[in-house]
């Protein structure tokens, strides 16, 4: 029962003209948009890198030297910036769009009425009305509470339920468990607790995504090997040209700083990066006109990873929609006012759903007056109500599942036979698949939302039964992840047996449901029973997330689905959390993945979506991995015998763009369905490191064949060009083996690269602009045996990588 009931303008709320002053001076509850990232940090992560500094300083060098054909590099580096830019802001807008639709709303109490406006327009001394469910928006001052409990763990890690009395404050990010009540605003918008703390955690973090934290260990990496690799090629180019003092005093240290300058940038994977954000944001957009929101983009990878799938059954395997089935009297349990009670329990305001859909088969009509209720929480698995006994002493009503209201709690041994007949039929229906809930009745006991606990004896009066509608895409959706080798945990806080006949309806292949009231409190044990049973029944909010961090803890990676409070935990500790559009507004705010048309069968695409996104990424990854790995191999190699770098930047420009650049855009977007393995750095650094040594060994065998022809068989434009098409034909090789299996896309792209390739090297204006001609007949031999030899090495390689790493 609520209480503490106030006077004044909290009885009423803000009137207009009070709103629309606090609003003129700024005490509204509008914070900086955190949904995504800021147009000017989305530029500022595209454009201002170490990598991009390098490359800018190394393109303004080379325009310095009057060398402008060979900063091609920069204008490639910054259309792949602007293109980086351009895709994020799209993604961003989209998602922002359904940020917006979806955004949670706010119900206050202004000029007499109940409202719900947008969370935004809450302003300072507001009168917040408060419900099961709800996140609080602003933090506020309880006036009036009846049983209000507060979940406050996205703000303190604290995951017990917290009393909120009349007079203590509700911090905004908190979620209400139970009861109800009402607050006054205090503190609104970046003053307001969770603002303070950063508690909106941005929904545009990419956290959490092996692809992410594979390329940014790469990154480091490569970090602190430019350096040093400079270093060695400097000295070697100087060498090459007579030594530092003769290379200055001729002025040929220009020409070495150029080749400094092409195995520096040929090093960076600039494009690795931005196709991985254009995967990931593409990959947000695609969901997002297939209704689903993806609330970290990250989120569009974690599915394909998910290798257990718990699901909370209301709502996700079932329609969530509760349909009264029947009232079941119990032999000898007659007590007068039952319907009257029931039909309170279907009106009341903070009834569940269970208790509402009740409404139109039980009436209440007034009668006699309730002096106190408890509201329903999953934690109790109970509701009450007490009436007034008219000068007598109260009667109270119960409502709730029956081996919870019906347990002895006396301590006096056996069960009267009216409870154990109550529980035996319970028992019976909800084996059948019915949910049940029983009514029981205590006379001369009030229940209060203050010791909200039951009598030591109740006497059950009648058992009810509920049915809920399967979703139709149930059984075909569980069918994908099975086949897919996702293994599925049930969930609920329903009866065991309830929840298994559900999922044998499903085609779920389980035995009994696991009651979670005798789930170990040993975190060994409850792994053992984690990973040993596929459904459990009675599972309170605090159990679904030990449940989950035990299945973590043996190696998993967990998806939550939920679409209630209770589910808020356990969505949180998961890998992946995905709420139904029927969610609770606190439940969409910790998901990563919202389904916004409540279609279960859209889980499947997410995961191809996600795969797709892994498997290309990785795919493309190997091929900006195999020019790293043969550009320090080359730098290091040449550099170390003394040897000039064999390429200006401008021809690495050529071969890049036709033996990675343009080819991986096109892999990077194409469809894949590859199931999801870890290990994604190990296979890519397996196949490039040794892919990128047979590249440099063969340029190295041509460019020492080449010496041994002394100057007349070997100038520098014949060998630049020799090792141009050495180089062009070995990175087409490695593009056909990353490629496989073949299709009619992947085949157009790699023959119009090999077209491309030949039309470059035949066009005088291509030639001229390159710095190719064509080879004399032994240099273009030695070119063809180095181009053929590494490519069967490549093919080699492909045949052992397959071996130790099968698809």
């Known amino acids: 029962m609520l209480h503490r009931r106030v006077s004044g303008p909290a009885a009423s709320g803000l009137s207009r003209g009070d709103v629309a002053s606090r609003m003129s001076s700024g005490l509204d509850n509008r914070v900086p948009d955190a949904t995504s990232r800021s147009l000017w940090e989305i530029v500022r992560a595209n454009v201002l890198t170490l990598f991009n500094a390098i490359v800018g300083t190394s393109f303004i060098l080379l325009l310095l030297l009057g060398s402008w054909q060979d900063a091609l590099f920069g204008?490639?580096?910054?259309?792949?910036?602007?293109?980086?830019?351009?895709?994020?802001?799209?993604?961003?807008?989209?998602?922002?769009?359904?940020?917006v639709l979806e955004a949670p709303l706010a119900r206050v109490l202004r000029d007499g009425t109940v409202q719900e406006i947008p969370t935004a327009d809450v302003v300072l001394d507001d009168v917040l009305v408060l419900r099961a469910g709800d996140q609080v928006t602003a933090d506020a001052s309880v006036l009036e509470s009846g049983g209000l409990e507060s979940d406050e763990s996205l703000l303190t890690g604290e995951s017990d339920p917290v009393d909120k009395d009349a007079g203590t404050e509700v911090l905004s990010g908190s979620i209400i468990l139970a009861g109800r009540g009402t607050a006054r605003v205090v503190r609104v918008g970046a003053e307001s607790f969770s603002s303070r703390l950063a508690a909106d955690a941005k929904r545009f973090s990419l956290v959490n995504s092996e692809i992410r934290n594979s390329l940014n260990r790469i990154l480091r990496w490569l970090t602190w090997a430019l350096l040093p690799v400079a270093l060695i090629v400097a000295n070697g180019e100087m060498q090459s040209r007579g030594g530092w003092e003769a290379a200055i005093s001729s002025g040929a240290w220009t020409s070495a700083l150029v080749g400094v300058i092409a195995s520096v940038i040929a090093m960076v994977p600039l494009g690795l990066v931005l196709l991985?954000?254009?995967?990931?944001?593409?990959?947000?957009?695609?969901?997002?006109?297939?209704?689903?929101?993806?609330?970290?983009?990250?989120?569009?990878?974690?599915?394909?990873?998910?290798?257990?799938?718990?699901?909370?059954?209301?709502?996700?395997?079932?329609?969530?929609?509760?349909?009264?089935?029947?009232?079941?009297?119990?032999a000898g349990s007659a007590e007068p006012g039952w319907e009257h009670a029931l039909g309170w329990f279907a009106t009341d305001p903070e009834a569940n759903a269970t208790s509402r859909c009740l409404e139109s088969d039980f009436e209440h009509g007034g009668g006699t007056p309730a002096v106190s209720s408890v509201p329903f929480s999953s934690a109790r698995k109970w509701s009450s109500v007490t009436f007034d006994g008219g000068g007598t002493s109260p009667c109270s009503w119960i409502l709730g599942a029956p081996e919870i209201v019906l347990a002895d709690r006396s301590g006096g041994g056996s069960a009267a036979p009216s409870t154990d007949d109550?529980?035996?039929?319970a028992g019976r229906l909800a084996a059948s698949g019915l949910?049940?809930?029983?009514?029981?009745?205590?006379?001369?006991?009030?229940i209060t939302a203050e010791d909200a606990t039951l009598p030591a004896r109740v006497k059950p009066v009648v058992v009810l039964t509920f049915?809920?509608?399967?979703?139709?895409?149930?059984r075909q959706t569980l069918d994908y992840f099975r086949n897919e080798g996702v293994e599925l945990k049930i969930i609920s806080g329903d009866d065991p047996r309830t929840v298994a006949a559900i999922a044998r309806s499903v085609g779920l292949d389980v035995g009994e449901g696991y009651d979670a009231r005798q789930l170990p409190d040993h975190p060994a044990l409850l792994e053992e029973v984690m990973e040993g049973n596929n459904v459990f029944g009675r599972v309170s909010p605090e159990q679904k997330k030990d449940m989950v961090a035990a299945l973590q803890r043996r190696g998993h990676t967990v998806a939550m689905t939920g679409d209630g409070v209770n589910d808020v935990l356990a969505l949180k500790e998961a890998d992946l959390g995905i709420a139904m559009n029927s969610a609770a507004p606190a439940t969409k705010a910790v998901a990563r993945l919202v389904l916004l048309d409540g279609r279960f069968d859209r889980l499947p695409g997410v995961v191809a979506e996600g795969r797709r996104v892994?498997?290309?990424?990785?795919?493309?990854?190997?091929?900006?991995?195999?020019?790293?790995?043969?550009?320090?191999?080359?730098?290091?190699?040449?550099?170390?015998?003394?040897?000039?770098?064999?390429?200006?930047?401008?021809?690495?420009?050529?071969?890049?763009?036709?033996?990675?650049?343009?080819?991986?855009?096109?892999?990077?977007?194409?469809?894949?369905?590859?199931?999801?393995?870890?290990?994604?750095?190990?296979?890519?650094?397996?196949?490039?490191?040794?892919?990128?040594?047979?590249?440099?060994?063969?340029?190295?065998?041509?460019?020492?064949?080449?010496?041994?022809?002394?100057?007349?068989?070997?100038?520098?434009?014949?060998?630049?060009?020799?090792?141009?098409?050495t180089l062009a034909v070995i990175?087409?090789?490695?593009?056909?083996?990353?490629?496989?299996?073949?299709?009619?896309?992947?085949?157009?792209?790699?023959?119009g690269m090999c077209a491309g390739l030949v039309v470059l090297l035949n066009v005088p204006l291509a030639q001229d602009f390159f710095h190719l001609a064509l080879p004399p007949a032994d240099m273009l031999w030695a070119a063809v045996i180095a181009a053929v030899g590494g490519g069967l090495a490549i093919e080699l390689l492909a045949w052992i990588d397959g071996r130790w790493f099968p698809r």
């Not at 351009?86 to 998602?95: D, I």
């Open 75 to 99: 204008l490639a580096a910054a259309g792949n910036a602007v293109i980086g830019v351009v895709q994020e802001y799209r993604a961003k807008r989209s998602l922002d769009r359904l940020a």
């Open 731 to 751: 990175g087409l090789w490695i593009l056909a083996v990353v490629s496989r299996p073949l299709d009619a896309r992947k085949l157009a792209v790699l023959l």
């Open 614 to 725: 892994i498997a290309n990424v990785e795919r493309v990854s190997k091929l900006f991995l195999s020019k790293t790995a043969y550009s320090i191999a080359i730098a290091v190699g040449f550099g170390l015998l003394n040897l000039q770098f064999p390429f200006l930047p401008r021809q690495l420009s050529f071969t890049d763009g036709l033996t990675i650049g343009i080819p991986s855009f096109f892999l990077a977007l194409m469809a894949n369905r590859r199931r999801y393995r870890p290990g994604f750095l190990r296979r890519s650094l397996s196949f490039s490191i040794p892919a990128g040594l047979v590249v440099a060994a063969s340029l190295l065998g041509l460019n020492l064949y080449a010496g041994s022809l002394g100057a007349a068989g070997a100038v520098p434009e014949s060998l630049q060009s020799a090792s141009v098409l």
């Open 467 to 474: 049915r809920e509608q399967i979703r139709a895409d149930a």
């Open 422 to 425: 109550a529980l035996g039929k």
């Open 276 to 330: 991985s954000s254009v995967a990931f944001a593409v990959g947000g957009v695609r969901m997002a006109g297939n209704k689903v929101l993806i609330q970290e983009l990250a989120a569009v990878e974690g599915l394909a990873r998910v290798d257990v799938l718990c699901l909370d059954k209301t709502g996700t395997l079932t329609e969530g929609r509760i349909i009264f089935d029947g009232v079941h009297e119990l």
């Open 435 to 446: 949910r049940t809930v029983v009514l029981a009745y205590a006379d001369g006991t009030a």
